[in-house]
């Protein structure tokens, strides 16, 4: 029965092939005796029909497509086949020529003011940055596509950006929060028939159920994918499907089964010219080889994903090999290869991400230092010149004439007056950085510490991720800090970094979820930075200390008579009982200097700006309830 199933499977892989070939032929054919806006047409179809299949051929005729429709001037289709081979190019591992493609093309539809290409670009490039592994970036512009297609209630294009969020947490390794988002989108996929989308979203699900842990359901899903990759000729999903399955025999120790999907998978990568999954698939096999104890192949597998790995810039997969093929040559006795390949794969990862994040520390600490040392000077010249002022004025007044005295007097006296308002400003404005200075590192390096228990009891993947989420707050803070208002769509996404921290901080002992009121507009709309975090922290720190159950924490924001409110909740030990368990020498100093913020935003802006905390204590349940309220400000009143 295997074998008849094998030979299905082979006849069917055939005609698909032939499929994709009588459809090229056919195109390839009509360009031979096609010139001007017909030949533009036919070149779109083929480069089109080729991005999933044929990825290198598919960028050479959507470049002649781009160069027809510039001697037509037609933009409208020049930025057609610019996408095509933005797409085109990121399946054959050129992330740099695909993001200045999708970058091109999202400055022509801001130009046109096209609410929905504009979505389209933006979320293309989120998809780029995912696959980079830069994911800070890819969930910001995930989100400012999803904001855009709800503005114009875009339906298929927010079903598109929920199924991008949830691909974006189950690569974070979330498998709940990536289920929520791809059950929402996949609602819409499956009402109107949609069976590319079906197919990707389907292959999404088998990943989750990996996560979770759930091998059968998994593998049904991929099954389901795989058919619809079939009947749809997308041989790079189709390829990315056979090795999720392989992975899955691998993990049951059907070897031999595992061996024979990697392999069809291989010749389908081959002929697209995917290098990033032949890449994936070559260090796959090196994985099955060692199992089955035969180094030589295992060698010759891993040295193939390591090249194919470099040419692509799949940094996961090369560390991945370098570190295998590491442990291969120490079973062999061969201590000199295995030493240099180690020694290669850490440098590589360090060089990606320890480099980084600790050029990151090294510049908050300076940038902390030198606005101290501001502040210590300023401050000491602003005292030097109120004495220089007091010492003239004193001059003045003996050596004055009496008949000029009044008029000296008065006009000293608005010289005083003056300079008393510069001199408040300023101190307002030196009072505002200190704030700052003092609030971004202690928010930091608390967080750092946190990560620094965890990641030694996680996975190599899972220690990756959060040292990238770390990275990625931690420019969000540095970009921040330099303003004393930021778009509240920078702060829900510093907040959901910091959110995401916390959790694996705590080994998920609590959920949260963030509500937003449908009528903000998250980008003009401006907030002042790390308002609302010392009262998350408090909740987390203080309030789920010593519980027994499950912490809840619950932040809303909603739109009422031209105020925002911001509410924290959380189902923790209450405000009450959290001050009497503090010793007197403890204080919460980020709520502290939030107070303080709040009163310079009142004197400096006229922002009122209120705050109140309630404790919930009663019969049926315990926890703070913390309410903000401010008048909106807007990007115009800037």
């Not at 002649?64 to 399946?91: H, P, V, W």
């Not at 401006?526 to 308002?531: D, E, G, Q, V």
Request: hydrophobic fraction near 40%; charged fraction near 25%; glycine fraction near 4%.
């Amino acid at each position: 029965m295997k074998y008849v199933c094998s030979i299905f499977f082979s006849l069917s892989l055939w005609l698909n092939i032939l499929a994709v070939n009588n459809v090229r032929d056919s195109l390839e054919n009509l360009l031979s005796s096609q010139s001007g806006n017909q030949r533009l047409q036919t070149l779109l179809l083929l480069s089109d029909h080729l991005t999933y299949d044929v990825p290198v051929d598919a960028v050479k005729y959507a470049t002649e497509a781009m160069q027809l429709a510039e001697y037509l001037r037609t933009d409208s289709l020049k930025f057609k086949a610019l996408k095509i081979r933005g797409y085109a190019n990121g399946y054959t591992g050129n992330l740099g020529e695909s993001m200045r493609d999708m970058d091109d093309g999202l400055r022509y539809y801001i130009s046109l003011s096209d609410s929905v290409k504009m979505a389209e670009a933006i979320s293309d490039i989120g998809y780029l940055f995912l696959n980079q592994g830069v994911y800070d970036k890819a969930l910001a512009h995930y989100q400012r596509a999803l904001t855009i297609r709800e503005k114009i209630g875009d339906a298929k294009g927010i079903a598109y950006s929920l199924n991008n969020i949830g691909t974006l947490y189950w690569k974070l390794g979330k498998a709940d929060e990536s289920l929520f988002y791809h059950s929402k989108a996949v609602d819409y996929f499956e009402k109107n028939n949609m069976e590319e989308e079906l197919g990707i979203i389907y292959a999404n699900f088998g990943e989750i159920y990996l996560i979770k842990g759930d091998d059968e359901k998994a593998l049904q899903y991929f099954e389901r994918s795989l058919r619809l990759n079939h009947k749809q000729t997308h041989r790079v999903f189709e390829a990315n499907n056979l090795n999720s399955i392989g992975r899955i025999w691998l993990n049951r120790k059907n070897t031999q089964k595992a061996i024979r999907i990697f392999r069809n998978a291989l010749d389908i990568q081959k002929d697209a010219g995917d290098k990033n999954g032949m890449a994936l698939t070559n260090f796959n096999l090196g994985i099955v080889f060692r199992q089955l104890n035969q180094p030589e192949n295992a060698i010759r597998y891993f040295e193939e994903a390591i090249m194919l790995a470099e040419m692509a810039q799949a940094n996961e997969v090369l560390i991945n090999s370098l570190s295998q093929i590491s442990e291969v040559y120490g079973a062999k006795g061969d201590y000199k290869s295995a030493f240099t390949s180690l020694k290669r794969g850490k440098l590589l990862s360090d060089s990606i991400f320890n480099i980084q994040k600790n050029q990151q520390i090294e510049e908050l600490k300076t940038r902390y230092e030198t606005e101290r040392h501001i502040l210590e000077n300023s401050s000491l010249k602003t005292a030097n010149s109120k004495n220089s002022i007091i010492i003239r004025q004193q001059r003045s007044m003996l050596t004055m004439i009496a008949v000029l005295s009044l008029m000296v007097l008065i006009s000293i006296w608005l010289l005083l007056e003056r300079r008393r308002s510069l001199d408040k400003l300023r101190a307002v404005e030196l009072e505002q950085k200190l704030l700052r200075s003092q609030m971004n590192p202690h928010f930091i390096f608390n967080t750092l510490t946190a990560i620094q228990r965890n990641i030694l009891q996680k996975t190599v993947r899972e220690g990756v991720n959060l040292i990238s989420s770390l990275a990625s707050l931690m420019r969000l803070t540095l970009e921040n800090s330099s303003n004393e208002f930021i778009s509240f769509a920078k702060e829900i996404q510093s907040l959901e970094l910091y959110l995401v921290l916390q959790q694996q901080r705590f080994s998920d002992q609590f959920r949260y979820s963030i509500v937003i009121d449908a009528n903000i507009d998250a980008e003009n709309i401006l907030i002042p930075p790390m308002l609302v975090q010392p009262f998350v922290e408090n909740a987390i720190d203080h309030g789920f200390a010593g519980i027994n159950y499950e912490g809840v924490l619950r932040i809303s924001y909603r739109l009422e008579n031209d105020l925002l409110h911001c509410e924290v909740e959380d189902n923790g030990i209450g405000y009450l009982k959290c001050v009497k368990m503090k010793s007197p020498e403890h204080h919460s100093y980020g709520i502290d200097i939030t107070g303080q913020r709040i009163d310079i935003l009142r004197r400096k802006y006229r922002l009122k700006v209120s705050v109140s905390i309630v404790d919930i204590s009663d019969d049926v349940k315990t926890g703070t309830l913390v309410k903000i309220t401010m008048p909106l400000k807007k990007n115009s009143e800037v």
